[in-house]
């Protein structure tokens, strides 16, 4: 009984912790069918903003999270000067 195993068995558990890392960063959840991991320009399906994933974590075998900002937010993180660099 203790050495035979299932092929069946599914465990669906989260595992980790995702923190929110920006002010202008958002969670969504998204299923498989989601372009949110588009190979060039990943967007959001409702609003078709171009985004950046920040991180992402799966929920289940069709499900995922993912912290996202839209990539003019982002890119304005990029933009400011640093002083004493030029």
Do not use: W
């Not at 998204?30 to 190979?39: H, L, Q, V």
């Amino acid at each position: 009984m203790l050495n035979s195993y299932n092929d069946n068995l599914k465990i669906n558990a989260v595992s980790g912790t995702m923190v929110k890392n920006y002010r202008k960063s958002f969670f969504c959840i998204r299923g498989s069918n989601a372009y949110i991991f588009e190979e060039y320009k990943p967007r959001l399906t409702e609003s078709g903003s171009e985004i950046v994933v920040i991180q992402a974590m799966m929920l289940s075998e069709t499900l995922y999270m993912c912290e996202v900002m839209y990539k003019g937010d982002f890119d304005e993180l990029f933009e400011k000067e640093v002083p004493g660099n030029g």
